[in-house]
């Protein structure tokens, strides 16, 4: 059984969310920051490019 996760962002926030995470991770000051920025980055590009179900509208994947 898979747990439940709250959908925050939508694919397309997800996408606009990288970037900044991108610069934050290059160019913070904080390692844990940095660390924080690469580890969120890595979670949300795996769900971004991992689509689990279609979407019975469009027949097209979305996130979960």
């Keep these: 059984m898979t747990e ?5 962002l939508t694919e397309d926030e ?3 969310v990288m ?3 991108a610069v934050l991770e290059d ?3 904080s390692e844990q ?4 920025a690469g580890e969120m980055r890595f979670r949300l ?3 971004l490019a991992a689509p689990t179900h279609p979407d019975p509208l469009t027949d097209r994947f979305r996130m979960s």
């Design 4 to 8: 439940t996760r709250l959908k925050l």
């Design 14 to 16: 997800g996408k606009a």
């Design 19 to 21: 970037m900044p995470l």
């Design 27 to 29: 160019e913070a000051r």
């Design 33 to 36: 920051v940095r660390l924080a």
């Design 45 to 47: 590009g795996s769900r």
